[in-house]
């Protein structure tokens, strides 16, 4: 996994302020109302693969790749609403609020696995279906001649 830094600067596209409250170098804190806005610093979110809420065998491949794709972009909406407000405002963050983002980005890295698999799986099976249409077509004309 990237450092914590480089991952927040990718999700924001900004680099790090090392200069602190207006160049005073002390960091502000979050207050518990602040923490209460930004989900994925606030607690570690629930691993939709390992819950089986997402589970192929209750909802399809297409289902479980539509439902992922659905939480996959709300998660990182507030991932990236989160590594915004430690960038803008130069919040200190501590080793809790850190160790739930770093295993939030990594739920987030593993759906994308996962929403990846689906996507060419299911691009294979269509190929195939094309395939299978196209021989059974051309069965049927022989058949008509």
Known sequence: ??????????LTGKKPKKNGITGTGVARLFTRKELGKYTTLNMKITDPLASGEYGVNIMGRE???F???????????DLKKS??????NNYAVGSRLKNNLEYNLSIRNKARKEIARLDS?????L?????????????LLENDE
């Open 83 to 88: 590594a915004n407000a430690i960038m803008d």
């Open 127 to 139: 190929s195939k279906l094309d395939l299978i249409f196209q021989k059974g077509k051309e069965v």
């Open 67 to 77: 439902s992922l794709k659905r939480w996959l972009e709300q998660i990182e909406r």
């Open 121 to 125: 799986e299911l691009v294979s099976t």
């Open 1 to 10: 996994m990237k450092k914590f830094w480089d991952e927040i600067a990718e």
């Open 63 to 65: 289902g479980r790749l």
